[in-house]
């Protein structure tokens, strides 16, 4: 593909690769009184530096005029090509955050052609032409030294990985089926929720707010969708987050079939079959979980939910045997495992007592 000028002076250049995890790079060019100054925005893999020379050769006239680079943090799919470039103009300088540094100058970048974001004072660099460049860290999104870059004057926000998406089509700009890619790729590397909560709120604080979130990977989002992406994002279980619902899950999944393997051995599996069948008599509804000889094998709604409910209609439906042990052997189990029994269980009744010492 060729260049795409995204507003005046600056331009997507890269290539669609047929690739689900396609590669975004960005020029930014400033022009004043004496020239223009031109920056690069993660300036991506060795394996792009031909389609980068070709790609900025028509508006700069090669590589060799960049006369900055910006980096968000120091995947190889990100930041490679800075050495290249900083070899074909020695004068090239390297911002990024100082996290980012420590693994970024092992590419062979020059300690005296870098400065770290944290220099500038109030995280902002004025540009030749007066416009202001804002330096947005986003920590964990998904590096410790993640660093976002504003360009007011545009109106666009480079935001790295945070917000990259996996690429289903080749289109530039992002639509509606493109939130799936999105969410995709941040539950597989983003750390946690609270970090994307961070980041966001960042986003949000920006004035006046980016009208382009250009992202290193996947499609640019515009207009309406920054909006919409950005709530969904605010809200989107990531990573860890998963990790944990899936252990509480299994946790719960051994607990209701220890339970209902005690419960067989205690009574019989014609009534645990029973007390089981009841819970889609009249099969006007999905069930709360599936079941495979008498045991779960998943829950289609909250796990606390769901096993309340089963035990639930066990003491129903499955025998004067099984009612009276349901919330003995549940108790015994639920507490081994550190399961919240008042989720589950109902409170115990009192029985009011002769006070003897009155």
Known sequence: MKPVELRENVWW??????SLLEVNIYLLCYPHDKGQANLIIDPGPPELLTCLQKAAAPIIGGLDKVHGILINHQDPDVAPNSAYIQKLNPQCMVVASEDTWRLIHFFGLKASRFKAVESYRHHRAIMPGGCRLIFV???????RGAMMYYDERSRILFSGDLFGGLSYTADLYA???SWEGIKTFHQLYMPSRDALKLAVSRIRNLDPPPEMIAPQHGSIIRGGLIKTFLDRMYNLDVGLDLLIAGEKEENYLGAVNEILAEL??????????????ALNRDKSFTSV?????CRVTGFKVDPPAAVKTLLDHLRTYGGIGLESLVNLVALKILISRNIPVSDILPPSEGQELPDYFE
């Open 264 to 277: 067989e051995r205690e009574e019989s599996s014609d009534a645990l079959a029973k007390g089981i069948s």
């Open 289 to 293: 979980m599936t079941f495979a000889n």
């Open 13 to 18: 250049l890269a290539n669609r690769s047929e």
């Open 175 to 177: 639509d509606e089926s």
């Open 137 to 143: 860290p986003s920590p964990f999104c998904h590096f």
